[in-house]
């Protein structure tokens, strides 16, 4: 499924209906460039599942927890990874275990020691707004992909 979303606000409306589609241990990918809108549908989420703290990249600290709502909620980003070992070294293996949703930035950069995917997410700038692809990798993914695709508005810009 792809969608076209016009602004900053599309997205946190997005990460917002993605919230309730969520389920502990769910893994989820985002790529995209700097810039393209991956720590913006994360505030989403979170504001979805009534977070309503700060809620910061976590490219210095590489992960933010988050105890709210009916979920854990972990939010990497491995930005500063200049090799994958840094994964390893960080020892965050412990936080993939814990039934906790997980939302990866730069999943890429953690090379072959990340747990595997469920969702991977792709948002990337299209006409003056943001391209979002979703890719389900397991069933998991297919759930809340599914779950995620009936909350949307039959107007939604969606491609399957």
């Not at 709210?68 to 936080?95: C, K, M, T, V, W």
């Not at 990798?137 to 107007?155: H, K, N, V």
Request: with cysteine; glycine share 10%; aromatic share 8%.
């Amino acid at each position: 499924m792809t969608l076209n979303l016009p602004d900053e606000a599309a997205t946190l409306a997005l990460g917002a209906r993605l919230a309730p589609a969520l389920a502990p241990g769910l893994v989820i990918y985002l790529d995209g460039d700097l810039g393209s809108g991956k720590t913006t549908l994360v505030r989403g989420v979170l504001r979805g599942l009534g977070y309503v703290g700060n809620v910061k990249s976590p490219t210095y600290t590489l992960v933010e927890l988050y105890a709210i709502s009916r979920l854990n909620l972990h939010h990497f980003d491995f930005y500063r990874f200049s090799q994958p070992e840094e994964y390893l070294d960080a020892g965050l293996d412990e936080y993939f275990q814990s039934g906790a949703v997980c939302l990866v930035e730069w999943p890429d950069k953690a090379g072959g020691y990340l747990v595997p995917a469920d969702l991977r997410i792709s948002l990337e700038m299209a006409d003056g707004g943001r391209r979002i692809g979703f890719e389900p990798i397991t069933e998991a993914g297919r759930a809340c992909l599914s779950t995620l695709r009936a909350s949307l508005p039959d107007s939604a810009a969606a491609t399957s």
